[in-house]
């Protein structure tokens, strides 16, 4: 069965401080991995996209990794401000385009 | 980046009543568009596959007769809620998906409407 697991459910940080999502998928066969950011009451955006055969991709203060042979992928985010409170989503992209979306991580970042 | 518009952003009907979520993606051509329902501090659930032309493809437990999918151009999608009841409340969001040269095919998400069924 496609499963994307998420951890933490939710994260309370400083602002300006580090954090790290983690993913661990098993979806086959595999196409490519997303991390998105929800706002409360929008849609997701997208942040990285990353295919097999890519490690690390950067977006601003946004760092995504992927292990394709441990099937995990983290998403780090670098100093971080009050606006990035937001749910993290973690959606891998089986070929033939359906998407397998994890249950998120929860940000709160607080001054 | 590529941007998807829905219409309403949101909306309040009466029990019994239709209501029809418009989505457009407004850069670029979307042969399909995708709609999901999101319920309160979960993901992202898909409903249905729309293919500009033809029929659209409901997943598993998705009335298709309650949820009616046009996508009668490559830039317009709409969603119809038939008959709707206060189990419908949910928050609708559509996405549109924009072939890329490397195939990795990126899915653009629309604001989402919320709906709200009294």
């Known amino acids: 069965k496609n499963q994307v697991e998420q951890s933490p459910q939710s994260l309370i940080i400083l602002e300006g401080k580090n954090c790290t999502l983690q993913c661990n998928y098993t979806v086959s066969p595999f196409s490519n991995l997303r991390w998105y950011k929800q706002d409360t009451g929008r849609g997701p955006v997208s942040l990285t996209i990353m295919t097999f055969s890519e490690n690390t991709k950067s977006n601003g203060r946004y760092t995504a990794t992927l292990d394709a042979d441990t099937k995990q992928s983290s998403l780090h985010i670098t100093a971080s401000q009050l606006s990035d409170s937001a749910s993290y989503i973690c959606?891998?992209?089986?070929?033939?385009?359906?998407?397998?979306f994890g249950a998120g991580t929860i940000l709160r970042v607080k001054s | 980046g590529a941007v998807v518009s829905q219409h309403p952003s949101w909306v309040i009907c009466k029990s019994g009543t239709s209501v029809k979520i418009e989505c457009r993606s407004l850069?670029?051509?979307?042969?399909?568009m995708f709609w999901y329902r999101q319920f309160p501090k979960q993901s992202l659930m898909l409903m249905a596959t729309?293919?500009?032309?033809?029929?659209?493809?409901?997943e598993q437990g998705v009335e298709k007769d309650k949820f009616l999918i046009n996508h009668a151009s490559l830039t317009l999608s709409t969603l119809t809620v038939t008959s709707a009841h206060p189990e419908d409340s949910s928050f609708y969001i559509c996405s549109a998906q924009e072939p890329t040269t490397r195939g990795t095919d990126t899915q653009y998400f629309g604001p989402g409407t919320r709906l709200t069924v009294l």
């Open positions: 959606v891998v992209s089986v070929h033939g385009n359906k998407l397998v």
């Open positions: 729309s293919n500009e032309g033809s029929k659209a493809t409901y």
């Open positions: 850069d670029f051509q979307a042969t399909t």
